[in-house]
């Protein structure tokens, strides 16, 4: 049999949503809001600057997945993601399990570790790019004397991807510095110690003991920083302005071209809406991934 509602609840879930509205109502303008009006716009050939505008229904979906360069920039995107992700996990885990294990200092390494993080990308961008320069940066005046020729680090259509991946490790590391020797510092000892007593030591114990105690952090950090891949575009911006002849552009910077310098804003909105798409399935992936890698 149906609870009957009474009064006094309908009007604790009226409170309820007025304590919410503060919360709702930037949402709604600055999030929901924009996410329809860009649907809408998909379906239209505006070019950002006309007052009015025809409906094409379909076409631009079916121009951009039919496009030749956004296969090409799908695939800098899945390529630059995937590289991404997991060397500063691995990485951050490398660094951790040491740092964790002390006290002297740590707080000081952690922290310098952690201004990668907390640096605009802009200005960490500009600074690799003064590095990776063809005629007076660090690495080609290392390699010159070594006796080996200057590259055009960004220059050229394999390099320039490999700078920018590297730019991104390098900033990504870290948060997970920090999230991944905070988790193994707080380890219980004494399971710790029982392990060991069980003869459980090196591989064995990271993979029995301190990944699956730590797994949380890994899921989250797994996640975050594909999400943050899928969307980047600073540091492509500054590096590589997304060439050479598209090698590194993702669609996040093919957006920004077809949008602000093509004024294609339907296909733009298009291309948004597959990418909205394509950013929840693989979060999916990644979250049910994840959870079966990293299960206790």
């Known amino acids: 049999m149906a609870k009957p509602i009474s009064i006094k609840n309908?009007?604790?879930?009226?409170?309820?949503?007025?304590l919410l509205l503060p919360i709702l109502i930037p949402l709604i303008i600055f999030w929901i809001?924009?996410?329809?009006?860009?649907?809408?716009?998909?379906?239209?050939?505006?070019?950002?600057?006309?007052?009015?505008?025809?409906?094409?229904?379909?076409?631009?979906?079916?121009?951009?997945?039919?496009?030749?360069?956004?296969?090409?920039?799908?695939?800098?995107?899945?390529?630059?993601?995937?590289?991404?992700?997991?060397?500063?996990?691995?990485?951050?885990?490398?660094?951790?399990?040491?740092?964790?294990?002390?006290?002297?200092?740590?707080?000081?390494?952690?922290?310098?570790?952690?201004?990668?993080?907390?640096?605009?990308?802009?200005?960490?961008?500009?600074?690799?790019?003064?590095?990776?320069?063809?005629?007076?940066?660090?690495?080609?005046?290392?390699?010159?004397?070594?006796?080996?020729?200057?590259?055009?680090?960004?220059?050229?259509?394999?390099?320039?991807m490999a700078v920018v991946i590297i730019v991104t490790i390098w900033q990504y590391l870290g948060l997970g510095i920090l999230l991944l020797t905070s988790a193994m510092a707080k380890l219980d000892p004494e399971v710790e110690k029982a392990n060991d007593l069980d003869g459980g030591k090196g591989l064995r114990k990271l993979i029995k003991i301190t990944l699956p105690a730590i797994s949380p952090i890994l899921v989250f950090l797994f996640i975050f920083y594909t999400l943050n891949s899928l969307k980047a575009y600073d540091q492509i911006y500054i590096l590589t302005q997304g060439g050479p002849s598209g090698a590194t552009s993702t669609i996040l910077y093919y957006f920004y071209v077809l949008a602000f310098e093509w004024y294609e804003t339907g296909s733009a909105s298009a291309l948004a809406i597959i990418f909205l798409l394509l950013c929840l399935l693989i979060s999916a992936i990644n979250f049910f991934l994840s959870k079966y890698l990293f299960k206790k």
């Open 33 to 160: 809001y924009p996410m329809i009006k860009t649907f809408h716009i998909s379906f239209t050939n505006w070019d950002y600057i006309s007052p009015t505008y025809d409906y094409v229904m379909l076409e631009n979906y079916k121009n951009i997945m039919g496009d030749s360069f956004f296969v090409k920039v799908l695939m800098n995107t899945l390529v630059f993601t995937v590289f991404t992700v997991l060397p500063p996990i691995l990485i951050g885990l490398l660094v951790a399990i040491p740092l964790s294990k002390i006290k002297a200092f740590r707080t000081f390494f952690v922290a310098s570790a952690f201004s990668s993080w907390i640096t605009p990308t802009v200005v960490v961008s500009m600074v690799w790019v003064s590095i990776f320069d063809t005629d007076s940066g660090i690495v080609n005046a290392i390699l010159k004397e070594l006796g080996a020729e200057p590259v055009k680090w960004l220059g050229g259509q394999t390099t320039a």
């Open 10 to 18: 309908g009007k604790d879930n009226l409170w309820s949503l007025a």
